[in-house]
């Protein structure tokens, strides 16, 4: 099968990759549309060390199992669900877990992924493939909700205006919070405009920070992003990281334990939730869709993520 393999930061289409053999409890998984995602561009620099086939957004069809022939898309940990943290609850921060197309397990930018059959979620017919592919990223932003960092009414800044920052916005005002999202790019901001009248948006060249937000979150994916944001929360405030950066990152933490600043995690995030977000439309994800490639042009695909401000660019993988 054709695939997009990663090793170190070089990667490559291979054309006769091996078709997955499911592990006991996994379901063989036929790709049909599958995203980019900034994670994606992290790996390629070095992020997580790597290597084998990238891309965790996805919808595919179900070759076996209760959802047999339904198109599926899939939760990203394929935890072990016997060690103490699982059983605590916690089964995305498993020791033993592999993340697809992540941490030791092939992703999604192949012909066929091999997914744990507990870690699928049917697509309701009415909601589009194009939509579902949106699911693992909005999943992400309703984890803020989830980890109740933030409450109705509370002012609260969004830092980049790519995909996980528009779809955090989204999330964020139609919890009731007052959004502001700070950004580089006019056209990204414009379509969020677009989207959603109730959402403000500066360019951070123009924004005047006044450390008067009860919550920032970094959807920058830079290491400028939590500097920034310390810039805009108020104190007692608090900072949600969502981004992920290869290398090192350095910071003066005196501000942060002078203003008695909370900065927290946040990582993967409620997949039922975001399909009932999407599915009744709550969340707009279509005009985020920048370009889409078929799986041939997998390289080019992230070239052109790497190389403009795209906000998301879809593979077409098989047909439905």
Known sequence: MKALYLSGTHYELKH????PEPQNGEVLVRVLRAGVCETDLQLIQGYMGFEGVLGHEFVGIAETGALAGRRVVGEINCSCWVCNTCRSGLPTHCPNRTVLGILGHDGAFAEYIAVPERNLHAVPDSLSTDEAVFV?????????????????????VVLGDGRLGNLCAQVLTDFGCTVL?????????QILQKLNVRIDTALLGD?????????????????????????????????VLKTTVAGEQTLALAPIVIDEVRVAGSRCGPFSDAIVGLDSGRITVNPLISDRFDLRDAVAALKTTCSRPVLKVLLDIAME
Not at 16 to 19: A, I, L, M, T
Not at 181 to 189: P, Q
């Open 16 to 19: 006769d990759y091996p078709v």
């Open 136 to 156: 693992e990223p909005v999943a992400a932003a309703y984890q803020i909700l989830r980890q109740r960092f933030v409450e109705r009414g509370q002012s609260v």
């Open 181 to 189: 999202v700070i950004g580089k790019h006019t056209e990204k901001l």
């Open 207 to 239: 924004s005047k920070p006044d450390r008067s937000a009860d919550v920032v979150v970094d959807c920058t994916g830079s290491g400028t992003g939590l500097p920034t944001a310390l810039q805009y929360v108020k104190p007692w405030g608090t900072i």
